[in-house]
């Protein structure tokens, strides 16, 4: 069925060190993705998202990478801080984009802990 | 601009009573989505409203769950009765409804817990 899984609960980091953030997607009709980063007790803010006819986008300190052969979606922080500890989720539409209505189906989530 | 709105933030309700959940969307978003997200998940989504219709509420559980959207404003969301597997928080998001992006702005949740 459609879901969206992550390879790891958790991930432990040093300030400075850079992050990777995995998740595994396996809906091939997928055509839209996310990346939402929550804190405690707080809502999900939104990070990046990609289009399935790009296989890397770049924000501010972050990266995605999309590997649409493997159904794979990754998360990229560079220069980790503090602040970016938080749950990661990854979402996809579950199917074509204009056929989704906005639709979102999330991942169990990444905790990454930044020790300073 | 103002944040999505929700409250209460925290409701703590015995199995079998009722409980209603209230959310402000961001002003001028079309769409307007409830989920649940359990401890340790990512967020299920329970319906989507397009102005004051329904688009997807499969995953709703609808012999105890409701939710309305009457002036395609700000929306409720009522379970009746509860049961002890609805521990969770109801988080309310919004967006603009126009294709081009799926980018959802989430309120910061309702914590409910059946005791």
């Known amino acids: 069925g459609e879901s969206v899984g992550l390879h790891l609960p958790t991930l432990s980091v040093q300030e400075g060190d850079n992050s990777i953030i995995n998740c595994a997607y396996s809906?091939?009709?997928?055509?839209?993705f996310i990346w939402y980063k929550q804190e405690s007790g707080k809502g999900p803010q939104f990070i990046i998202d990609?289009?399935?006819?790009?296989d890397k986008r770049q924000g501010q300190r972050v990266t995605v990478l999309l590997n649409k052969t493997v159904k794979h979606l990754s998360l990229q922080i560079a220069a980790t801080q503090p602040g970016d500890s938080a749950v990661y989720f990854c979402?996809?539409?579950?199917?074509?984009?204009?056929?989704?209505?906005?639709?979102?189906?999330f991942g169990q989530g990444t905790e990454l802990s930044v020790k300073p | 601009e103002a944040g999505v709105a929700q409250s209460p933030r925290y409701k703590i309700i015995e199995k079998r009573q009722s409980v209603a959940f209230w959310c402000n969307p961001i002003?001028?978003?079309?769409?307007l989505y409830w989920y649940q997200q359990i401890l340790g998940q990512g967020p299920k989504l329970l319906i989507q409203?397009?102005?004051?219709?329904?688009?997807?509420d499969s995953q709703l559980p609808k012999d105890r769950f409701s939710a309305e959207r009457l002036k395609g404003v700000d929306s409720t969301l009522k379970i009746q009765p509860a049961k002890l597997e609805d521990s969770a928080v109801y988080l309310c998001?919004?967006?603009?409804?126009?294709?081009?992006?799926?980018?959802?702005?989430f309120g910061p949740g309702t914590r409910l817990t059946v005791t």
């Open positions: 998001a919004s967006s603009p409804g126009y294709s081009g992006t799926f980018e959802q702005y």
């Open positions: 809906n091939s009709a997928s055509d839209y």
């Open positions: 990609i289009r399935s006819n790009m």
């Open positions: 979402a996809e539409n579950g199917g074509p984009f204009l056929n989704q209505g906005g639709k979102l189906i």
């Open positions: 002003s001028g978003h079309a769409t």
């Open positions: 409203f397009q102005n004051n219709g329904v688009v997807d």
